[in-house]
């Protein structure tokens, strides 16, 4: 371990939201980890950092120079993309595939509305343009490039004042040679210009996801670049020289100056770091398989844990974009807090998918919102204090909120004395409906059942919403961790650095084969070696993981094989096919011993661990404390009475009944009749379906 975290002893983790950007601290000496959030500045999120690190440091009560490590999670990428902000591109394709962007994958946007318009290609089709040069699947050389052909595209890209190019050529994936040669060219005819090879961003065989991946790499570096700039510079400036890492798609972090060269490694990875928070919920409480339920202001995203590891997939989109890279395979399956309330022309009670967003926000904020939201049903229904929301920073207009539920209740034909309750636990549980539904389909396509997961939930309101997603689901247990509305900025700071690296080589197992694939492994750990090399100090073991995808021949779709050391180490064909075999069977059901295995893709996965985070304890068990009040809550068409209890009053071992209400600065949990909470002592909510005790 280097010196550094003996110096240094604290790590701050930063999550850029639409409404907030939240900090966590973490003190390795004593394990403490401290929360603050400071309203984000979406012109420049830059700003909102710089404004909040001082104050996180006063209430932390430590210097710049105790800072050992910053690292910092952001949509820039992701928000660029969807709004068009990127920088004008160009393209350059092989003779015959200008039409790759608008071709596509030959599929309708949608299968019910043949005039719904397609996604806005992020090259128009007059700056894609075509070179004769071209090589065979063999990588035999077709056609050679043409000085006259590149002095011809310099010109009518200098024209059109691009400021970036791309290269795609067919076939260079495996063979990148002529590809290569091309922005070889292009780079001396077009100097200060971007020029790219799709070949080096990401060498995955076909040709329109590798030139999505491309051109996303090239449409927002400039601005990711600029703003890692400004960001480094507003850092400094504080005093703080710690290095600065950013959260990656794929669960991991990179080092700033990786994060410029390759922003498309960053582009979703705003829900990877609550996920990887949860995996290591998951090892502390020893749960095994998780259901990670992040409800913020305008949708619920929902993710997996298996035995403490997120979920991953190499199949993602940005809008109707695929993404073709290792990610957290994160869904959205319903609304958020703000999420609309309203009903429909047919009499029908609709959540979402409109939100009132941060500004004018819910209808309580006072703020001149005019719809009813999620949040506001909480705050009719009882589920939220109006005095002491976010910990008294808000004052909630109850008034306002149950006028506007009034309104819908009639609409929906509620009477008697309680038709704003009525609406608002209406909406909640349609919610819940939605989110329950949308979950149990997400895992009906991967062959598991909710029954067997546990439920953890986090963003601001996740802890509120998920007794009731997990009724629905008919799921035993909820998890709610000590940090759930800052978890994605606990989760970057618990990151390890990694990246992953890929090789589309098709190969058949067998003796002959085993030669070749341990020959492309061996070049792709090299290149992994030497990256891992530069990516900081703090790193305390490196590790290197093999992972081959798989199929039999004449399917059309690949299984992802992570190889054991023993494979890794020595690849012998007969134990490789069997594990495919088996692989296969676990996921399907079935395996054809008949046919032939073939080898699609080869990728390695290089892991830099961060020196491990100190997690404090919270104090043995005690008498279980006063609740600080007493609040009526319109459950099951009626009111009840449920005691409040603050988060912070809660020490490990203690156990409670529902309902109950437990309050924190950023959250509010609600814990359902029939439930029951545990305090483990690491300072989770463990909520169990019919227990009235429960053992951490």
Not at 55 to 84: F, S
Not at 404 to 412: D, F, K, Q, V
Not at 533 to 546: D, K, N, P, R
């Amino acid at each position: 371990m280097s010196t550094g975290f003996e110096q240094a002893y604290c790590r701050v983790g930063i999550d850029v939201g639409g409404t907030f950007t939240d900090f966590v601290l973490a003190d390795q000496r004593t394990g403490a980890i401290l929360r603050f959030k400071e309203p984000s500045v979406p012109d420049d999120p830059s700003l909102s950092v710089e404004r909040g690190l001082p104050q996180l440091l006063a209430l932390a009560n430590v210097e710049p120079r105790d800072i050992a490590l910053i690292v910092h999670g952001t949509t820039i990428g992701l928000n660029a993309t969807i709004q068009r902000r990127g920088v004008k591109l160009g393209m350059v394709v092989s003779k015959g595939n200008r039409g790759i962007l608008e071709i596509a994958r030959s599929q309708m946007p949608s299968a019910f509305d043949f005039i719904a318009p397609r996604e806005e290609a992020l090259v128009p089709r007059d700056l894609v343009l075509e070179v004769s040069a071209r090589a065979a699947h063999d990588g035999t050389i077709l056609s050679p490039v043409c000085d006259a052909e590149l002095d011809q595209l310099a010109e009518s890209f200098r024209a059109a004042e691009v400021e970036a190019v791309t290269v795609v050529l067919m076939h260079s994936f495996a063979h990148p040679q002529l590809e290569a040669e091309v922005v070889a060219g292009l780079r001396q005819r077009m100097p200060g210009i971007s020029i790219a090879a799709s070949s080096i961003v990401w060498p995955e065989k076909r040709e329109y996801e590798r030139a999505i991946i491309a051109l996303l790499n090239s449409y927002t570096q400039p601005l990711m670049e600029s703003y890692f700039d400004r960001l480094d510079h507003r850092i400094s400036n504080l005093g703080i020289t710690a290095p600065i890492y950013i959260t990656a798609n794929n669960g991991g972090i990179l080092s700033l100056e990786t994060a410029r060269e390759r922003p498309i490694d960053t582009i979703l990875s705003g829900p990877a770091s609550g996920v990887v928070a949860a995996a290591n919920v998951a090892a502390l409480t020893g749960i095994d398989q998780l259901i990670t339920v992040d409800v913020g202001g305008t949708s619920a995203d929902m993710a997996l844990v298996h035995g403490s590891h997120p979920a991953n997939t190499t199949r993602a989109q940005i809008g109707d974009f695929p993404l073709v890279l290792p990610v957290i395979g994160v869904t959205a399956i319903g609304a958020g807090g703000g999420s609309v309330v309203w009903v429909d022309k047919h009499g029908l009670l609709k959540v979402g998918p409109q939100s009132a967003g941060a500004y004018p926000g819910p209808i309580c904020y006072g703020r001149g919102g005019t719809e009813p939201t999620i949040t506001d049903c909480y705050l009719v229904a009882g589920l939220l204090d109006a005095e002491r929301f976010l910990g008294g920073r808000i004052n909630l207009d109850l008034g306002l909120a149950r006028k506007t539920l009034e309104e819908i209740g009639r609409r929906l034909k509620f009477t008697g004395d309680n038709v704003a309750e009525q609406a608002a636990e209406a909406a909640i549980r349609v919610a819940a409906a939605v989110m329950a539904t949308e979950m149990g389909r997400e895992l009906a396509h991967r062959g598991d059942d909710a029954r067997d997961y546990s439920l953890l939930a986090f963003g601001g309101a996740g802890p509120t919403h998920a007794n009731l997603v997990a009724d629905e689901a008919m799921m035993g247990t909820v998890v709610v961790p000590g940090l759930p509305a800052t978890f994605c900025a606990l989760g970057a700071i618990l990151a390890d650095v990694k990246r992953d690296y890929v090789a589309s080589n098709q190969v058949e197992v067998s003796d002959q084969s085993a030669a070749r694939l341990t020959e492309i492994f061996t070049e792709l750990t090299g290149k992994a070696r030497d990256w891992i090399a530069g990516e900081g100090e703090f790193l305390s073991e490196i590790t290197y993981e093999h992972i081959l995808d798989m199929r039999y021949r004449g399917q059309g779709f690949d299984l992802q094989v992570k190889l054991p050391e023993d494979l890794q180490a020595a690849l012998d064909p007969a134990a490789l096919t069997a594990l495919f075999h088996a692989c296969h069977d676990e996921n399907y059901g079935y395996r054809d011993g008949e046919s032939d295995v073939i080898v699609m893709a080869q990728r390695v996965r290089v892991v830099g661990k961060m020196p491990a985070l100190t997690q404090a304890r919270l104090a043995g068990e005690g008498e279980l404390p006063t609740p600080i009040a007493q609040r009526r809550v319109f459950h099951d068409g009626r009111f009840i009475d449920a005691p409040v209890f603050d988060r912070a009053d809660f020490t490990g071992g203690q156990s409670f009944a529902g309902p109950a209400i437990v309050e924190q600065g950023d959250t509010t949990i609600w814990i359902l009749p029939q439930w029951a909470c545990t305090v483990d002592h690491w300072g989770n909510l463990l909520i169990r379906r019919g227990e009235a005790s429960v053992s951490p």
